[in-house]
């Protein structure tokens, strides 16, 4: 794509909607499927990824469901004399992190996210993306960071390598203060008192709490299943 700075690379995809053009990147932020594929909600304005759902919006890029954790561009788009024009700039990068805040000092308020899963980062990421600066502790039952697990369905050779396979690296979390407990599974949780308590006895108080544990998966019923 040539842009008004000189030439660059990328694509963008083009949607009209109600007569209103709008202009974002191509790919989805999950696996880099072809946006241009998939299906524009015009009730929602959303712009919705043909392998694995999830959504843009149009508007701003940012990801509203599913699995795409980063934004896509956005450019102005207009006509002029019969020609649809995108302002793109020199460089065009393919996704967007959104902006987010760390944690404040002084907000005693503690927010505790059960479960390490795609659920769970997203729920992490919205909270700190929409300006919450309490403490944020997301708590998991495995060894590892949160992974794409859909994945290991597809390609069991992948569990050799998880981190590859990671949502998000551990400088993400440290950057935006997200405590990550690991290795730890949850024993019991009492919402009146407001306390969950960990395998091995440690107990956790917050205010807010969000349970994103997700499903067991199915054992396969045969000999070597397990």
């Known amino acids: 794509v040539a842009t008004a700075e000189g030439d660059s690379e990328g694509a963008v995809l083009l949607a009209r909607i109600d007569g209103k053009l709008y202009a974002t990147g191509a790919s989805c932020s999950h696996y880099s499927a072809p946006l241009a594929q998939g299906v524009a909600a015009k009730d929602k304005m959303h712009v919705v990824c043909p392998w694995h759902d999830a959504a843009f919006d149009i508007r701003t890029g940012q990801p509203v469901r599913g699995a795409g954790l980063q934004a896509i561009p956005v450019y102005p788009v ?22 987010s805040v ?40 495995e060894k590892h960071l949160p992974y794409d697990r859909p994945v ?18 551990a400088a993400y979390f440290e950057e935006r203060d997200i405590e990550v407990v690991s290795g730890k599974a949850v024993a019991s949780l009492d919402a009146e008192k407001k306390v969950v308590r960990l395998a091995g006895g440690m107990e956790i108080a917050y205010d807010a709490a969000l349970v994103a544990t997700g499903a067991k998966p199915r054992a396969l019923p045969i000999p070597g299943g397990d």
């Open 78 to 99: 207009c006509v002029e004399d019969g020609n649809v024009v995108v302002d793109l700039p020199r460089v065009m990068e393919d996704f967007v992190t959104p902006p």
């Open 102 to 141: 760390r944690r404040k000092p002084d907000d005693e308020r503690v927010f505790l996210v059960l479960g390490g899963g795609a659920a769970g980062v997203a729920a992490a990421d919205a909270l700190r993306q929409e300006g919450y600066t309490g403490r944020l502790v997301m708590v998991c039952e």
């Open 152 to 169: 290991l369905s597809k390609n069991l050779a992948k569990a050799h390598d998880v981190g590859s396979l990671a949502l998000r690296d």
